[in-house]
T-cell receptor
Framework: NAGVTQTPKFQVLKTGQSMTLQCAQD?????MYWYRQDPGMGLRLIYY???????DKGEVPNGYNVSRLNKREFSLRLESAAPSQTSVYFC?????????????FGSGTQLSVL | GESVGLHLPTLSVQEGDNSIINCAYS??????FIWYKQESGKGPQFIID?????DKRQGQRVTVLLNKTVKHLSLQIAATQPGDSAVYFC??????????FGDGTTLTVKP
């Protein structure tokens, strides 16, 4: 079982460039999430998808878009990258139910925007 | 009054000692809490969870304590080992909401 797989692991962009971060999970989870983690800080939710076909904004959605391609895959797109988007990005999935949200995380994408 | 453990951004302990990591949560409506461990270069990994109808839960070498009166959560690690060195995050969520993460505590275990 691979769990949650993210690609790429590292990426350097110039300001204004676009890119898509890919995420796939093989645990048959309904919910998927994108978080960002800045140095010395906790994780902040960018977007989430409670189930296939739905997406919702999290705490810090500006500058990002997402696509829930199918139950397995949830991608994050930066249309015009800015230096403020330099961060480590984590994809996660969970099987929500009964108020329980136990997250399973990928290994992260380290993004630098110059 | 009751003393509440202070959240520290870093904690250094000697191998074999017990570690206590504290977390203050913000939402009185939160009813589920989780501790995650994040090793360098990896994503957070689930350690232990607790529901709001409990005040203590034990796992293997780890214990989580919940004090709803003062909105405080702690993670106790028994006989701390070098492999326990990591950043530890607490997370809270409500039945309808998403997990909200604390700022994390970096635990360093000295040999």
């Amino acid at each position: 079982n691979a769990g949650v797989t993210q690609t790429p692991k590292f990426q350097v962009l110039k300001t204004g460039q676009s890119m898509t971060l890919q995420c796939a999970q093989d645990m048959n989870h309904n919910s998927m999430y994108w978080y960002r983690q800045d140095p010395g800080m906790g994780l902040r939710l960018i977007y989430y998808s409670a189930s296939e076909g739905t997406t919702d904004k999290g705490e810090v959605p500006n500058g990002y878009n997402v696509s829930r391609l199918n139950k397995r895959e949830f991608s994050l797109r930066l249309e015009s990258a800015a230096p403020s988007q330099t961060s480590v990005y984590f994809c996660a999935s969970s099987e929500r139910g009964g108020g329980v949200e136990k997250l399973f995380f990928g290994s992260g994408t380290q993004l630098s925007v110059l | 009054g009751e003393s509440v453990g202070l959240h520290l951004p870093t904690l250094s302990v000697q191998e074999g000692d017990n570690s206590i990591i504290n977390c203050a949560y913000s939402n009185s409506a939160s009813d589920y809490f989780i501790w995650y461990k994040q090793e360098s270069g990896k994503g957070p990994q689930f350690i232990i969870d607790i529901r709001s109808n409990m005040d203590k839960r034990q796992g293997q070498r780890v214990t989580v304590l919940l004090n709803k009166t003062v909105k405080h959560l702690s993670l106790q690690i028994a006989a701390t080992q070098p492999g326990d060195s990591a950043v530890y995050f607490c997370a809270e969520n409500t039945n309808a909401g998403k997990s909200t993460f604390g700022d994390g505590t970096t635990l360093t275990v000295k040999p």
